[in-house]
């Protein structure tokens, strides 16, 4: 108990890191997702094939390879960030490549007949993608992202052994300090359950309120 | 592709000449893009003789094949003791008893919410156990979690009858599980499966942050070294390809199992399962 009520305010730095981290790379992996989704699903043939690209070889890139060739590799082209920028620059492409593949399967699940009724009740593209595809589709993506996002937040602790400020660095500080390693790791473990609790109640909630069983 | 979804008509030819200059428009810019970072590859003479000498050199190549050689005993010890895990903690949590039903649900959400790194530290660190070990244990933890949740899905996924009308020809429990559930579950889950052995693969690369002798471990060493002017680029465009290849050829492994089973007669009574990593919640689902 004295690990944590001594050093509390070394572990509400690492927790907001985390916390941090997690956010902005939920957000870039949100947006990137969502654009690769969208070449995935163009009726062009050279943007199909870049978001398959994308998507296959980020999906099957070990995410500790990507962190080491974005952290140890950019710097050499003089692309001089801090490290917080190139973990959250991994993070979220690592991700991304998972949210493309969920809002993709999540659009292949509404019926092909819902769209061809907007189309000839005198929708345009817009209209019927904005009012009919899309809202379905949104519906029953939100489970699988929101454990994307768990899965986001856990694979922050990799940012931690590259130097980047998070919970799971913590206790490098701690163990030099001499405290109890055991219980160190456990106020990281309850950490972590709080962070990915809170996305799973999150989720869970948005399921309750829009999700609809089809 | 195009007339298997909802977002759009079949283009007439009026949509597909503005496709075709579309596409004409993106190839450019993704050429162009290409190019780019070919060009800064090269202004940052990342691809002198020097850099890539090393690669020559037997001692050097016995190195990398080393790392590569531990990575996959890591998985292969990985894949096997999370499978066993798997089975047991299904096994738990498929129980009649609610003690046993009752630890081995925490255990699974537990290992599920924790990050993979934190418990392959935790082990390292204040466990002081080998690299490899500790590598080991902090994969099948997790995997065998989440393995664990996947066998039972797979064996709720099966047709209700199925179990129905083995217990009504007076099989029991065992018996229903061994001779009629468990067969049709592990063929619908087999892509799932084989799915999550592609992320225990993915993740022995963990090894390096705990300094396992592994793949990337053995790259570092090189990439680090003076005499070559510090290849790391060089050693990253040899190393990614060879992982990525192998993560891909599993999966590819996994989608083809899919289609395979899905074609299968045995599967009749149970769908088959996405060849991705399952993403349940955690949490009570």
Same mark, same amino acid.
């Not at chain 1, 710097?75 to 979220?92: D, I, K, N």
């Not at chain 2, 000498?53 to 990398?64: A, M, N, T, V």
């Not at chain 2, 942050?209 to 060493?221: N, R, W």
């Given at each position: 108990?004295?690990?944590?009520?001594?050093?509390?305010?070394?572990?509400?730095?690492?927790?907001?890191?985390?916390?941090?981290?997690?956010?902005?790379?939920?957000?870039?992996?949100?947006?990137?997702?969502?654009?690769?989704?969208?070449?995935?699903?163009?009726?062009?043939?050279?943007?199909?094939?870049?978001?398959?690209?994308?998507?296959?070889?980020?999906?099957?890139?070990?995410?500790?390879?990507? !962190?080491?060739?974005?952290?140890?590799?950019?710097?050499?082209?003089?692309?001089?960030?801090?490290?917080?920028? !190139?973990?959250?620059?991994?993070?979220?492409?690592?991700?991304?490549?998972?949210?493309?593949?969920?809002?993709?399967?999540?659009?292949?699940?509404?019926?092909?007949? +819902?769209?061809?009724?907007?189309?000839?009740?005198?929708?345009? !593209?817009?209209?019927?993608?904005?009012?009919?595809?899309?809202? +379905?589709?949104?519906?029953?993506?939100?489970?699988?992202?929101?454990?994307?996002?768990?899965?986001?937040?856990?694979?922050?602790?990799?940012?931690?052994?590259?130097?980047?400020?998070?919970?799971?660095?913590?206790?490098?500080?701690?163990?030099?300090?001499?405290?109890?390693?055991?219980?160190?790791?456990?106020?990281?473990?309850?950490?972590?359950?709080?962070?990915?609790?809170?996305?799973?109640?999150? !989720?869970?909630?948005?399921?309750?309120?829009?999700?609809?069983?089809? | 592709?195009?007339?298997?979804?909802? #977002?759009?008509?079949?283009?007439?030819?009026?949509?597909?000449? $503005?496709?075709?200059?579309?596409?004409?428009?993106?190839?450019?810019?993704?050429?162009?893009?290409?190019?780019?970072?070919?060009?800064?590859?090269?202004?940052?003479?990342?691809? =002198?003789?020097? %850099? /890539?000498?090393?690669?020559?050199?037997?001692?050097?190549?016995?190195?990398?094949?080393?790392?590569?050689?531990?990575?996959? %005993?890591?998985?292969?010890?990985?894949?096997?003791?999370?499978?066993?895990?798997?089975?047991?903690?299904?096994?738990?949590? @498929?129980?009649?008893?609610?003690?046993?039903?009752?630890?081995?649900?925490?255990?699974?959400?537990?290992?599920?919410?924790?990050?993979?790194?934190?418990?392959?530290?935790?082990?390292?660190?204040?466990? %002081?156990?080998?690299?490899?070990?500790?590598?080991?244990?902090?994969? =099948? @933890?997790?995997?065998?979690?989440?393995?664990?949740?996947?066998?039972?899905?797979?064996?709720?996924?099966?047709? $209700? &009858?199925?179990?129905?009308?083995?217990?009504?020809?007076?099989?029991?429990?065992?018996?229903?599980?061994?001779?009629?559930?468990?067969?049709?579950?592990?063929?619908?889950? #087999?892509?799932?499966?084989?799915?999550?052995?592609?992320?225990?693969?993915?993740? =022995?690369?963990? &090894?390096?942050?705990?300094?396992?002798?592994?793949?990337?471990?053995?790259?570092?060493?090189?990439?680090?070294?003076?005499?070559?002017?510090?290849?790391?680029?060089?050693?990253? @465009?040899?190393?990614? *390809?060879?992982?990525? &290849?192998?993560?891909?050829?599993?999966?590819?492994?996994?989608? /083809?199992?899919?289609?395979?089973?899905?074609?299968?007669?045995?599967? %009749?009574?149970?769908?088959?399962? *996405?060849?991705? *990593?399952?993403?349940?919640?955690? &949490?009570?689902?």
């Amino acid at each position: 108990m004295d690990v944590l009520t001594d050093n509390f305010s070394l572990y509400a730095e690492g927790f907001l890191g985390t916390v941090e981290l997690t956010v902005y790379a939920s957000a870039l992996a949100l947006v990137l997702g969502f654009l690769m989704a969208s070449f995935r699903v163009a009726p062009v043939g050279s943007l199909r094939v870049f978001g398959t690209v994308w998507v296959t070889v980020l999906r099957n890139t070990p995410l500790t390879l990507l !962190f080491f060739a974005v952290m140890l590799g950019l710097p050499r082209f003089g692309l001089v960030l801090p490290f917080e920028l !190139f973990a959250v620059l991994a993070l979220g492409c690592y991700t991304s490549a998972f949210i493309c593949e969920v809002l993709r399967s999540g659009i292949n699940t509404v019926p092909r007949g +819902q769209g061809e009724a907007a189309r000839s009740l005198g929708m345009s !593209f817009t209209q019927s993608l904005g009012t009919v595809v899309l809202p +379905q589709a949104f519906r029953t993506v939100i489970p699988p992202i929101g454990s994307t996002l768990i899965a986001l937040a856990k694979n922050s602790a990799i940012a931690g052994a590259f130097s980047v400020t998070e919970l799971l660095g913590t206790y490098k500080t701690l163990s030099e300090l001499g405290y109890n390693i055991v219980w160190t790791f456990v106020w990281i473990a309850v950490g972590y359950l709080i962070i990915t609790l809170t996305i799973s109640v999150l !989720f869970n909630v948005l399921e309750k309120r829009w999700g609809v069983a089809r | 592709m195009t007339d298997s979804t909802a #977002l759009y008509d079949i283009p007439g030819p009026q949509a597909r000449r $503005r496709h075709l200059l579309y596409g004409v428009a993106s190839t450019v810019v993704i050429l162009a893009l290409v190019g780019w970072i070919l060009y800064l590859l090269f202004d940052n003479d990342q691809f =002198t003789s020097t %850099k /890539w000498s090393p690669f020559l050199y037997k001692g050097i190549q016995e190195l990398l094949l080393e790392g590569l050689g531990n990575t996959l %005993k890591a998985f292969a010890y990985a894949s096997v003791l999370s499978l066993a895990l798997g089975a047991v903690l299904a096994t738990g949590r @498929l129980s009649d008893h609610r003690a046993l039903r009752w630890i081995s649900t925490l255990l699974v959400e537990f290992f599920r919410a924790m990050p993979v790194l934190v418990m392959i530290f935790f082990i390292f660190v204040a466990l %002081k156990v080998q690299a490899l070990p500790a590598l080991v244990a902090g994969l =099948t @933890l997790y995997n065998g979690s989440v393995l664990a949740e996947v066998f039972r899905t797979g064996i709720h996924a099966v047709a $209700r &009858g199925q179990g129905e009308a083995a217990y009504a020809l007076g099989m029991r429990k065992t018996q229903v599980m061994t001779y009629v559930l468990v067969p049709q579950a592990v063929r619908a889950m #087999l892509p799932a499966i084989i799915s999550q052995l592609v992320v225990a693969l993915k993740d =022995t690369s963990l &090894g390096f942050l705990i300094t396992y002798e592994e793949f990337l471990q053995a790259g570092k060493l090189i990439a680090s070294n003076l005499d070559y002017d510090l290849p790391f680029i060089p050693v990253v @465009l040899v190393i990614s *390809p060879i992982y990525i &290849g192998m993560c891909m050829l599993l999966s590819w492994f996994a989608t /083809w199992v899919a289609r395979r089973e899905r074609r299968s007669p045995k599967t %009749k009574a149970v769908d088959v399962a *996405p060849a991705e *990593p399952q993403t349940l919640l955690p &949490g009570p689902q």
